[in-house]
């Protein structure tokens, strides 16, 4: 399949999935095409530095051995609709967690929040950091702090500014919160990201982590 490269201004949504077992924990933010030099590149591209980025952050070292960091995945998203213009998924070599220590119970949480200049709801976003340990809780059930802080340079790192490609030919890519409503989508720039020590209980859904671009 060809891919098309992208232009400034295209967004895209980035979905990264850990796989303990049958069960999974899904964590997406939204990116924005910010710059291009020379020949741009390609959704599929994104999807394999994504996945680098991910995998490079840290977050393996914190996370059990039993879970698998699966292939990233790109959406091109069509600003006029919303919808899913093309997918592009990595095809690197599957990382596993590195800590051996026992999970805690898989509802709970680290709330992890993504914050802009913009006010309001609409201004903010947050996601849910999966699969926690029970070695990372202190004897309160509360995130111990050095953890709180790898969870936050985790994503940080993973959803920072990204560059695809090699020079001379390379695309920039910068975290946004994307507003769907109304259409065509809009977003914001993505200030912060930030891992504040809550805990958040998922009971509405099957997964750890929801999508929240």
């Known amino acids: 399949m060809a891919f098309p490269n992208l232009v400034v201004g295209d967004l895209v949504l980035i979905t990264l999935r850990q796989q303990l077992s049958v069960q999974a924990g899904e964590v997406t933010c939204g990116m924005a095409c910010s710059a291009v030099t020379g020949l741009s590149q390609s959704i599929k591209a994104v999807a394999q530095q994504m996945y680098s980025e991910w995998t490079g952050s840290g977050l393996p070292i914190i996370a059990s051995d039993s879970v698998t960091f699966t292939p990233a995945k790109a959406s091109l998203l069509d600003k006029a609709t919303g919808f899913v213009l093309q997918v592009g998924v990595s095809s690197d070599t599957l990382t596993v967690g590195q800590d051996s220590l ?3 119970p898989g509802q709970v949480s680290p709330v992890v ?13 947050r996601l849910f950091h999966p699969f926690l340990l029970v070695s990372q809780l202190d004897n309160n059930g509360h995130l111990l702090p050095g953890i709180s802080d790898s969870i936050s340079v985790g994503y940080s790192h993973t959803f920072g500014e990204v560059i695809i490609g090699t020079a001379p030919d390379t695309c920039t890519l910068v975290p946004v919160i994307i507003h769907r409503s109304p259409l065509p989508l809009t977003f914001t720039p993505i200030d912060d990201i930030l891992c504040t020590g809550l805990l958040g209980t ?10 929240n671009p």
């Open 102 to 104: 026992g999970l805690a």
């Open 113 to 125: 929040r993504k914050t802009s200049q913009r006010a309001g709801r609409s201004g903010r976003g």
């Open 202 to 211: 998922q009971r509405r859904r099957g997964q750890y982590g929801r999508p």
